[in-house]
């Protein structure tokens, strides 16, 4: 038999596929166990299988008889081996069109995808970066040779890239507050020539990298005569939380609030005085905001929150009638929900806290272990109005 050699292929690319029209079957060779923790999602639906890589060592004419006749494959592991090893085994066995993903599921962890907020021709422009392995969202303002990045990743490079074609230089690096499920790239845009990292410093008392703090209120400026950046103290998923108002225009919510639900006020151990500050955020501190103000949020719970044009973002009036955490009638109705709704966060969310404080050091490999699976930052409500399982483990 003429057996075809498997192909590598990025994690971009996997995600730039199953945002078309997918015309192949994904593999899965992770165990079910981690499977069913963390898989990968993307806008369109597409042929999943779950194959364990032991199946294939220990049965593989069964194994291989599982997979649909004269599809395509691309294959997902947990670091690229076990992949190869399943891509060889299906060529050797007659399969003509098979990939395995490059540095396993890790890699889909780190990919960000920007997408343009701002129409074309608008004075400055805004980019989300999507990173669809988290479900999370930061954001870039550009206005002539200078930019501002928010809530960035630890592949600062994405950013850098995108200002670089815009000819800017990235200045300032703002935190909406001390993030518990993945690392950030602030501390490493604080080393950046020129760049300045702007914190709450209730979150980030004592942080040992270089940083300055916000003040509520104050306003930044970008370009000379560029669009207004704005620091609104919104306390409650953390009491450092800061959303940060563009123009007027934009709000970048953090975990504030986002599409369908508010965030988790119960991360930091108290629960009760951390409920009853969301409360007062979401009812008095954004009263003052107008509802066509457009909520940029920091995670969604499912690709059905994108717009049109796939970005997470939805005017705040529409939110105040369609969020639960708004329709709840007084402060005791909202701590009853966070109650209820309480369940325990990942263990590595403390270790991950104390790195984005820069007071734990981890390697690369031990940074890419931390920041696998998706967020556990908002408010779960997704069990009263009937959304799925793997939503509800998302979400408050």
């Known amino acids: 038999m003429d057996a075809r050699e498997p192909f590598l292929y990025t994690a971009n690319e996997l995600f730039d596929w199953i945002s078309g029209k997918p015309d192949f079957i994904l593999l899965d060779v992770r165990n079910e166990k981690d499977f069913s923790n963390w898989s990968v999602e993307g806008p369109t639906f597409f042929p999943y299988l779950n194959i364990p890589y032991f199946n294939f060592m220990e049965d593989v004419q069964g194994s291989i008889d599982r997979i649909p006749k004269g599809e395509k494959v691309r294959i997902v592991c947990a670091k690229e081996g076990s992949a190869k090893y399943v891509a ?4 050797q066995n007659g399969c003509g069109d098979v990939g395995y993903l490059k540095q396993g599921i890790v890699s889909w962890g780190n990919v960000l995808a920007p997408k343009k907020v701002t129409p074309e021709g608008h004075p400055y422009t805004v980019y989300q970066f999507v990173r669809p392995g988290k479900a999370s969202c ?10 501002m990045v928010f809530d960035p990743s ?18 300032a690096s703002f935190e909406t507050h001390r993030q ?6 602030t501390p490493q845009f604080s080393e950046e020539p020129g760049c300045t990292a702007m914190v709450n410093s209730l979150d980030f008392e004592g942080a040992v990298f270089p940083c300055k703090p916000v003040t509520h209120e104050e306003i930044y400026t970008l370009g000379g005569d560029g669009p207004k950046v704005k620091a609104l103290h919104t306390p409650g998923h953390t009491m450092g939380s800061t959303c940060y108002l563009i123009d007027d225009t934009y709000l970048v919510s953090g975990d504030t609030i986002f599409i ?7 991360l930091g151990g108290r629960w009760q005085e951390w409920a009853r500050e969301l409360y007062i955020t979401l009812m008095l501190r954004l009263r003052g905001l107008d509802d066509g103000v457009l909520v940029l949020p920091g995670h969604y719970t499912s690709w059905g929150e994108a717009n049109c044009s796939r970005i997470f973002s939805a005017p ?10 708004f329709r709840l009638p007084n402060e ?29 050091k981890v390697s690369q490999e031990e940074a890419d ?15 009263k109005v009937g959304v799925s399982a793997e939503v509800q483990r998302c979400a408050v």
Request: glycine share 10%; proline share 3%; charged share 20%.
């Open 88 to 91: 060889d085994l299906l060529c």
């Open 138 to 147: 930061s954001y870039l303002l550009i206005h002539k040779n200078e930019a």
């Open 154 to 171: 630890r592949n600062i490079e994405a950013y850098k890239s995108i200002a670089a074609q815009h000819g800017s230089t990235i200045i």
């Open 180 to 185: 518990a499920d993945y690392i950030s790239g």
């Open 260 to 266: 369908n639900t508010a965030g988790r006020p119960d």
């Open 316 to 325: 705040l009036g529409q939110l105040r009638e369609s969020v639960i955490a």
């Open 332 to 360: 005791k109705k909202f701590a009853d929900f966070i109650q209820d709704n309480m369940r325990p966060q990942p263990g590595v969310y403390a270790e991950i806290r104390r790195v984005n404080g820069g007071w734990l």
């Open 369 to 383: 272990t931390m920041d696998l699976g998706k967020n556990e930052c908002g408010a779960s409500n997704y069990g």
